[in-house]
RNA sequence: GCGGAAUUGGUGAAGUGGUUAACACGCUAGAUUGUGGCUCUAGUAUUCGAGGGUUCAAUUCCCUCAUUCCGUC
């Protein structure tokens, strides 16, 4: 079946919305995190684990699987649900984001993207076509056009160009797309220009996609630039269809696209922090390498219902972490990720009661020291 | 007792008669947002066992002492 999305009720001070999804694994509330997965295994997390904490879709990579173990094995194995005994909705994302991280700006021309490949160096090209082909056969639930994910800042007609190519590209996608059991969703780009993400996302709507997916932040912007680029496009996407804010997981950024109207979120930023030993608590992210929580018995954090903190102390995660043991990962991974899960289920209940503003400030107060947090940026070193 | 060798930061160590004592590990912090990479970045010995001497200048040369290791009675 293609995905529903159902909008039970919009909060009355903000865009937030809370909704159902409902999928070919069952029915799910947004707004809702998706854990990422992306070579068909959340890092560490097995799929029970990954029920405990309530994860709903999961996200996983169809650049990576292409590559290995390669889509046909994948099909072969009966899909990505049996391959990797999943039992829950899957979202592919389209190998679009490697244009940015791998790609250089001239290998992208107008049939695709020239890749050479990060395991071997293999020259590859990618299509919008190939990107659906493979997404096809690793049968996911839901497939992502493939785009142009552009850095930050960009000059206006470069970006004209690019959101002008993203559009024929995600036609070119939907035109091959022929799967009746999984959903399509276009991508809005635009970088930060109000007009080019409105053009975006009323071109998109036009094509009539089963969702709609915000690209192109979290890459060099500060915090507000990336939040306007939330509001210009959540501004003129259908009320109807689900929203998905993509790669952005950082609770303070949840928080704000919720208000803005983004019901999904996906993030590796749980789980990559975690293997670098640092844990999100409501009083700011913590590194559990710190020499201050070598004796701290307690654990990360007190009220916390997650498997770590119900039986593990800072004192005995930090020791598995200093001495590079793997449950050491594990246990964080589990933490950041119920952690954020948490939140996106207090933010269904502020939507419910109409408080999620007092709830925003109220977090920010607690989490964040800094108060200039907003002019960070959101990627780079330059601080 | 005698003979020989050594002594550089938390550790393993490189090094030179003359600006900020290499490198590695460890340690201390920071970063991380549609995941190539448990990765990246930064800081971490005002000082070379102690004292004295030679020299314009000594961690580097000389002497004494201390400590350690090896050989020998």
């Not at 590559?67 to 979202?91: C, T, Y």
């Not at 639930?141 to 960009?154: G, L, N, R, V, W």
């Not at 091959?176 to 969703?185: A, C, D, T, Y």
Request: glycine share 8%; charged share 30%; proline share 3%.
């Amino acid at each position: 079946m293609k995905i529903k999305y159902n909008l039970l009720k919009k909060e009355n001070s903000t865009e937030a919305r809370l909704g159902t999804i409902e999928t070919n694994y069952g029915t799910y509330e947004t707004p809702m995190f998706m854990p990422v997965g992306t070579r068909a295994t959340v890092k560490g997390i097995s799929p029970n684990e990954l029920l405990d904490m309530h994860a709903g879709i999961i996200l996983a990579n169809t650049y990576h699987l292409w590559l290995r173990p390669g889509e046909d094995l994948v099909s072969k194995a009966g899909g990505l649900h049996q391959f990797m005994g999943w039992n829950g909705p899957i979202l592919t994302d389209s190998g679009g984001f490697q244009v940015f991280s791998l790609a250089r700006p001239k290998d992208i021309t107008e049939e695709g993207v020239k890749f050479k490949s990060h395991i071997d160096g293999t020259k590859l090209l990618l299509t919008p076509e190939k990107s659906i082909e493979i997404q096809n056969k690793l049968d996911s639930d839901i497939a992502m056009s493939f785009d142009e994910c552009i850095s930050y800042p960009a000059e206006y007609n470069y970006v004209k160009d690019s959101v002008e190519r993203t559009l024929r590209w995600a036609k070119r996608g939907k035109d091959v797309f022929n799967n009746e059991r999984q959903s399509l969703f276009g991508i809005v780009q635009g970088s930060d220009y109000e007009d080019l993400r409105r053009h975006c996302a009323e071109e998109l709507s036009k094509m009539n996609f089963d969702g709609y997916s915000i690209g192109g932040t979290s890459v060099g912007e500060n915090k507000e630039t990336m939040y306007k680029m939330v509001e210009y496009s959540t501004k003129y996407l259908p009320k109807d269809k689900v929203r998905y804010l993509m790669g952005v997981g950082d609770p303070i950024d949840i928080i704000e696209g919720v208000i803005r109207g983004i019901d999904i979120f996906d993030c590796v930023l749980p789980t990559r922090i975690a293997r670098h030993g640092n844990a999100f608590t409501k009083y700011g992210k913590i590194n559990l390498k710190n020499a201050k929580f070598k004796e701290d018995f307690t654990p990360i954090e007190e009220n916390c219902d997650c498997y770590a903190c119900k039986n593990f102390t800072k004192a005995y995660i930090r020791h598995l972490v200093t001495t590079d043991e793997m449950l050491g990962s594990r246990l964080l991974s589990i933490h950041n990720l119920r952690f954020l899960i948490r939140l996106t289920e207090d933010l269904r209940n502020c939507i419910k009661n109409d408080n999620i503003l007092e709830y925003r400030d109220n977090f920010i107060k607690n989490y964040y020291k800094d108060t200039d947090y907003l002019h960070k940026k959101t990627k780079g070193q330059d601080d």
